[in-house]
């Protein structure tokens, strides 16, 4: 397999890379979701071994080939950069599995963009929350019967906690402090409602008042839920 591509340099004003850290596409198989992480788990738990030191994956859209199911994004920090994809490639043909390049080439390294994550320290921070949060998650698929926590609960907790440090985390007429955070979701989202809302404001800014607004907004919003089966949900 080809690995030269690691060598070129594609850097640019608008990006921030983080070190040492690449990423790769796993489409979504036939088979869904829960075969494909599982066997990412099992890739995983290999390339730990001596590969890769920190990893994270995230569900994302298939831009590339229109795959409804999208593909499972894998993220990870290596020192060995060109033994990483002679390892993933022997897993994908093993297991019957596609891989495609989130950019250009397959194993790229891994960007944001410098609006979102402006310097590396802030990219890094997120890493370091992401590989702990699939940690968490990929223990709980391999082990579903001793490692046990509610979704709901820790996505809620995570948001609430992080939004609280960031924005200041005041209850205000009976308001939690993350509602907040889901008008400035809304403000940034849908700009064409007038929510007065500025996105950078936090509790450390003097002149940061509150008032009530009893107002209806139309807004589409896509419900998951779980199949009918026989009439059945």
């Known amino acids: 397999m080809d690995i030269s591509y690691l060598s070129k340099s594609n850097e640019n004003i608008n990006k921030t890379y983080l070190p040492d850290w690449y990423e ?102 997120f890493a370091n929350i992401m590989t702990k949060v699939s940690e968490l998650n990929i223990n709980k698929l391999q082990k579903p019967t001793t490692i046990t926590f509610s979704n709901y609960y820790l996505a809620e907790r995570l948001i609430h906690c992080i939004y609280n440090n960031i924005y200041g985390g005041l209850v205000r007429n009976g308001y939690r402090a993350y509602y907040f955070f889901l008008l400035k979701l809304m403000s940034y989202e849908y700009k064409d409602i007038a929510f007065e809302e500025n996105l950078e404001a936090t509790i450390l800014d003097n002149n940061i008042d509150y008032f009530e607004k009893d107002e209806q907004y139309k807004v589409k919003i896509l419900i998951p839920r779980k199949k009918k089966i026989n009439n059945q949900i």
């Open 24 to 125: 790769v596409d796993f489409v979504v198989p036939p088979q869904g979701y829960r075969h494909l992480l599982k066997l990412i788990s099992e890739l995983i738990s290999d390339l730990k071994v001596n590969l890769i030191t920190k990893w994270f994956f995230l569900y994302e859209p298939d831009s590339k080939n229109n795959n409804k199911k999208g593909v499972i994004r894998l993220r990870y920090c290596t020192k060995k950069p060109k033994d990483v994809p002679k390892t993933i490639d022997e897993f994908k043909s093993k297991n019957n599995l596609q891989i495609q390049a989130v950019h250009e080439e397959l194993f790229s390294k891994y960007y944001e963009s410098k609006e979102n994550f402006p310097d590396e320290k802030v990219l890094e921070a």
